[in-house]
């Protein structure tokens, strides 16, 4: 299945303002597999992800989506192909409806009415929103706007997912909902975030992107348990990783007590 | 600041307003925007003093609220909340056209008098209307019909973004609105601190115009936005537009209430 894969090659991409954003970035994900995209702010993730659809063309280098290079002629294949979830739902959702919104890239592939309607349905479905569709897009709630942004890009059948920050800004219910929604999902994701507790439950590789460079590319286990890397890249370890905030201070017989009333109150 | 919060909830109840389901709201929207066109050119070109001719144009406001369950005071609220603008507007025409016009008993009446009220009631029903429209009708529907009558794609295209990223903005400002209040301690707003409030909203703007073009040109936009068409009009559709449409003609053609002053003196 090699339509599936995500090659970027020495990839290079420098702001008109000057930012070299991207300095020689180069991975290869393979069709099904789960990848994060972590660092620090302004590390270049987001400037990486709008190359994945060729919203940004590289200064340098090549980005191929399966078979395809990423280039002019092949833009609308590739768009295709990948799904992009934007970081505000606002901006992914512009249509007065749900289900316009959802319509909208069918309608735009040329599909008849019948599919599109079928497509956005099962899309709704897929990320239990139906009930949703003919409600505006503002009177919805963090957590149901974002299953809608996803609904919009499922519809179009992409092989691949790309998530700009999907968890930021939802309650940890909505988080964790949205967590196991996505661990049911087969496409190919490529997932940008901070939120490193989602990376160990959904992704088993991660690349640490820093200063426009790959410092790190491997298992997210190898990668999180690598002190020395994670302060490079200006990370830590994911919080339930990290030992037992109140046992960890001292290991008094008083406070392993502390703990274990606090973990009895829990 | 609480106006702006206000303002976003008056235009959620106008879409809450246009999923309730009467016989008025079932009219499909090409019927319902072309007769409020109608109607508007019709009250807006009788003559400047006419206050008589214009009374039986009231009907076709209240029966369709009535029709549609609406509640008049919402759109009583409405008009008082929207009537300084035209008070300003009228309120010249008293100081300016003083020639007498008419007596009522020992008073004269000038010329300027009588057209202040006919504009105040020309604005009342031509709002009205308007509102109307849209309460039963859902924005989205209207723009979509007017797309289906005629007007350009790249106008009723912006009425919808306007639309639905009018509560993103106001929101955006309420917020920056709402951070200056906590640390100017009671102070207005300084005119230079605007000027940077406004530019910064409009850079954040353009930047979530630029965004939300990324979105859409993700999901396959190619300058044109398709929608499925469902929309027919029925047989009821076309008894409306063409009874309200020859009832509105007649309203502006004869001048009912002299007519059936006339009748009434000629009778007795």
């Given at each position: 299945m090699s339509h599936h894969i995500v090659e970027v090659k020495n990839l290079r991409f420098t702001y008109p303002?000057?930012?070299?954003?991207?300095?020689?970035i180069s991975f290869r994900i393979n069709h099904g597999e789960s990848v994060a995209l972590v660092g620090a702010n302004g590390a270049g993730k987001s400037t990486l992800l709008l190359h994945l659809n060729g919203y940004l063309s590289p200064s340098e280098g090549t980005v191929r989506i399966g078979d395809l290079p990423l280039n002019k002629d092949t833009l609308k294949d590739v768009r295709k192909t990948v799904g992009m979830v934007f970081q505000d739902s606002d901006d992914q959702l512009f249509m007065s409806k749900v289900y316009d919104d959802v319509a909208f890239g069918p309608l735009n592939l040329g599909l008849p009415s019948e599919e599109v309607n079928s497509r956005v349905i099962a899309a709704l479905k897929k990320v239990d929103v139906?009930?949703?569709?003919?409600?505006?897009?503002?009177?919805?709630?963090g957590g149901q706007k974002k299953r809608a942004a996803i609904a919009s890009v499922l519809s179009m059948n992409p092989s691949i997912l790309v998530m700009d920050?999907?968890?930021?800004?939802?309650?940890p219910r909505s988080r964790r909902q949205l967590i196991n929604l996505l661990h049911g999902f087969e496409h190919t994701k490529i997932i940008a975030t901070h939120d490193l507790d989602m990376v160990t439950d959904l992704c088993d590789r991660t690349i640490i992107i820093h200063d426009g460079k790959v410092l790190g590319d491997g298992s997210t286990s190898d990668i999180f348990s690598d002190m020395e890397l994670l302060n490079a890249g200006h990370l830590e370890r994911p919080l339930r990783m990290q030992s037992c905030p109140i046992c960890s201070k001292t290991t008094s017989k008083i406070n392993v007590n502390k703990c274990q009333t606090a973990e009895l109150q829990n | 600041m609480a106006n702006i919060e206000n303002g976003i909830c008056d235009i959620g109840c106008l879409d809450r307003m246009a999923d309730h389901n009467s016989i008025i709201h079932k009219l499909d929207a090409r019927s319902k925007v072309l007769t409020t066109i109608l109607f508007i050119i019709m009250v807006v070109s009788?003559?400047?003093?006419e206050i008589a001719g214009l009374?039986?144009?009231?009907?076709m406001p209240i029966i369709l609220i009535a029709l549609a369950d609406f509640p008049f005071s919402f759109f009583l609220h409405k008009l008082i909340l929207v009537s300084p603008f035209v008070l300003f507007v009228a309120i010249f025409n008293p100081f300016f056209d003083?020639?007498?016009?008419?007596?009522?008993g020992h008073f004269t009446i000038s010329g300027g008098w009588v057209s202040f009220l006919s504009i105040i009631l020309r604005f009342c029903l031509t709002v009205t209307a308007a509102l109307v429209l849209i309460a039963s009708t859902g924005f989205p529907q209207v723009c979509r019909a007017l797309e289906q009558l005629g007007v350009p794609k790249v106008f009723t295209i912006q009425l919808l973004f306007l639309y639905r990223y009018i509560f993103v903005l106001l929101e955006e400002g309420t917020r920056m609105i709402r951070s200056h209040n906590l640390r100017s301690f009671g102070r207005k707003i300084h005119l230079r601190v605007y000027k940077h409030l406004a530019g910064n909203l409009l850079l954040r703007t353009l930047d979530r115009a630029n965004r939300i073009h990324m979105a859409m040109l993700c999901r396959g936009f190619d300058g044109e936005i398709r929608s499925l068409n469902t929309d027919k009009f029925n047989r009821s559709d076309y008894i409306f537009t063409i009874t309200t449409c020859s009832l509105v003609v007649i309203f502006r053609l004869v001048n009912l209430p002299q007519f059936a002053g006339t009748l009434f003196i000629r009778l007795f």
């Open positions: 303002d000057g930012t070299a954003a991207l300095q020689s139906e009930h949703l569709k003919n409600r505006p897009p503002y009177k919805l709630s920050e999907p968890t930021a800004g939802l309650d | 009788t003559n400047k003093y009374v039986p144009f009231t009907l003083q020639a007498p016009l008419c007596k009522l």
